[in-house]
């Protein structure tokens, strides 16, 4: 018997997810080729609702559905209490999220992107240590539940991650990134060639005093910014109240220069797909409008314990149940130019990397962070790389009073497009 009808014959709801995952991963160690490998996870995951409590149980045995669905109903028997319902069908735009010429990617052809990317880094800093972690993905998640749902979901997600660092000394230089998307893009060397001119830009070093001044975030600095407010805006945290922006949507939290939203419906990107792994059809979420809080990022079972619909955020993975979380988290661009933000500060700070992210009590907004790359600007030019220099602050205060937004805009860390954003009078640390 199908073991979607079985489990429905003995709880009052039943979810089936079929995960199967195929990845190969290259590895680039300190410029040279370190590891090779093929890995393969197939497995189904099961949800049931009995007497109201909700369990989860997982296996990579496709053959042994009987212990599974014992073990499913036996959580069930000391799970939650979730007035949770799974989704009846529903209808779903057309996403690209997968793409042949990624699926039957060669490992020849990732090893010498690999070389490529190394070099062009050696090209810029011949001191660099340069490590490169390549990994091509074939997935598909079906999901089936006894309200009729029926979907299923393919996606070939490429990701390339560069980290470059020269040590001189006590001075240590460090730059990374990762591009992801999951249809295949001629420029995919965008990202690297950003690095190489920062790691360009380092060549000259500023010194800069300590004090009140403009800081310039560039979009991966922004994420000392953005970091607080995905955590804030995710509905786990919402319902927990550890989020301080829960019981305010409607309210007038920040500057009205911000906007903010999910939007898992573009083709191509890393977060992409028309449904989410719990069968709900995706859609563009506005979560932040002109600084006005709009709404969370909720799936099935965080939506439920707090009264509203599921935004299609659920994600899981074979093992884990679903949690919340964003698809491709869009900040809108400004109409600033990025050269007039620049050429309009007399002295202060462009920050373009911080260590320490996500460490901390990141839920509260705060932050306090020293920044791996970081340049002075004077009389709206960038003059240099400063060193020893760090940023403290909360991010619900600073983004009530945003100077301005750039109209230029990266993805970063291949799933949040950022543009740069510029902050009035900011506390700035330097050592001596």
């Keep these: 018997m199908d073991i979607l009808s079985d489990l429905s014959r003995r709880a009052s709801q039943a979810e089936v997810a079929d995960v199967r995952i195929e990845s190969t991963k290259i590895g680039f160690e300190a ?18 609702v009995k007497d109201g409590r909700l369990g989860f149980a997982a296996s990579s045995d496709l053959a042994a559905t009987d212990k599974l669905i014992a073990n499913a109903l036996e959580s069930a028997a000391y799970g ?40 062009m880094v050696l090209a810029t800093e011949p001191e660099a240590l340069v490590n490169v972690d390549l990994k ?6 079906g999901v089936r539940n006894q309200a009729g749902t029926d979907v299923s979901v393919r996606r070939s997600p490429l990701s390339i991650y560069v980290e470059a ?6 001075d240590v230089l460090f730059v990374g990134d990762i591009a992801g998307a999951t249809v295949w893009e001629e420029d995919y060397l965008a990202f690297v060639r950003r690095l190489t001119q920062l790691l360009e830009q380092a060549k000259r070093s500023a010194a800069l005093r300590s004090g009140k001044m403009p800081v310039l975030f560039a979009p991966s600095g922004a994420l000392m910014l953005g970091l607080p407010l995905m955590e804030g805006l995710n509905g786990k945290n919402v319902y927990a ?36 792994e719990e069968g709900v059809a995706h859609r563009r979420h506005v979560l932040v409008e002109q600084g006005v809080l709009r709404g969370f990022l909720y799936d099935l079972k965080t939506a439920a314990l707090s009264g ?41 700070l462009l920050a373009v990397d911080a260590l320490g992210l996500g460490q901390g009590n990141v839920i509260s907004g705060a932050f306090s962070n020293s920044l791996s790359l970081a340049f002075k600007i004077e009389n709206g030019e960038i003059v240099g790389r400063v060193k020893d220099v760090s940023l403290a602050g909360n991010v619900y205060e600073l983004l009530r009073n945003v100077a301005a937004i750039s109209r230029e805009t990266e993805w970063v860390y291949a799933s949040l497009s950022l543009p740069y954003v510029l902050l009035d009078g900011m506390n700035v640390v330097t050592k001596g």
């Design 136 to 141: 091509r993905g074939v997935q598909r998640i």
């Design 308 to 348: 509203v619909e599921s935004t299609g955020n659920g994600e899981r993975s074979l093992f884990s149940a679903p949690q919340p979380s964003p698809t491709n988290l869009i900040f809108q661009p400004g109409p600033t130019p990025l050269a007039d933000m620049i050429g309009g500060i007399k002295e202060g």
């Design 31 to 48: 410029n040279r080729l370190k590891s090779s490998q093929v890995e393969e996870t197939a497995g189904l995951a099961v949800r049931v």
């Design 241 to 276: 109240r550890t989020s301080p922006m829960a019981g305010k949507v409607g309210e007038q939290l920040f500057d009205p220069k911000l906007t903010i939203a999910d939007d898992p419906l573009l083709d191509g990107r890393f977060g992409s797909a028309a449904y989410d």
């Design 80 to 119: 939650d209490r979730v007035p949770i319902v799974f989704p009846a069908p529903q209808p779903a735009p057309a996403v690209a999220t997968y793409d042949p010429a990624i699926a039957e990617f060669p490992i020849p052809r990732l090893v010498e992107i690999g070389q490529q990317i190394v070099e």
């Design 165 to 170: 660092s020269r040590v001189k000394g006590d």
